[in-house]
């Protein structure tokens, strides 16, 4: 069993108001959570979808259930180097926000599969080695 990293994107298409988003990755997440994978949460994910939550009784359930998944708490090596991929992926015309940077890094630190539907983060897994998750993966 491997580890998934689920960005704030694919929670926020499961946590919809109406009712979660019939794409790929929303019913990946919910196999994942059934325990077809391991999900792990990190501070700025997690920080990101509390936040953009509209319903504070929405934020208590999610912030109980995220509680629930291992939680990937980076070190400052990680911020250095997620800084550094930064300068790296400007230099290659790709601006990324400090947060999704520090995804990416913990992403590479702890070599997890990455689920997103945000395509900064294509962007940058063409200039390092992130894994992202795609059907049939």
């Known amino acids: 069993m491997s580890v998934v990293l ?6 926020f298409l499961l946590f919809r108001r109406n009712g979660p988003a019939s794409v790929p990755e ?13 999900v792990a949460i990190t501070g ?20 109980q259930a995220l509680a629930a998944l291992p939680y990937l708490a980076p070190a400052l090596e990680d911020h250095l180097a997620a800084a550094r991929m ?10 990324m926000s400090g947060a999704d940077a520090l995804i990416v890094q913990l992403a590479l630190t702890h070599d997890l599969l990455l689920l997103t539907t945000d395509r900064d983060f294509t962007h940058a897994a063409r200039h390092v080695p992130l894994r992202l998750w795609t059907q049939g993966h």
């Open 86 to 95: 930064q300068r790296l992926l400007r230099a290659e015309g790709i601006q």
């Open 44 to 63: 700025a994910i997690a920080q990101e979808l509390i936040y953009g939550l509209s319903a504070s009784n929405a934020a208590d359930a999610v912030t």
């Open 26 to 38: 929303v019913a990946a997440l919910q196999r994942f959570l059934r325990g077809e994978e391991l």
């Open 6 to 11: 689920v960005d704030t994107s694919v929670w």
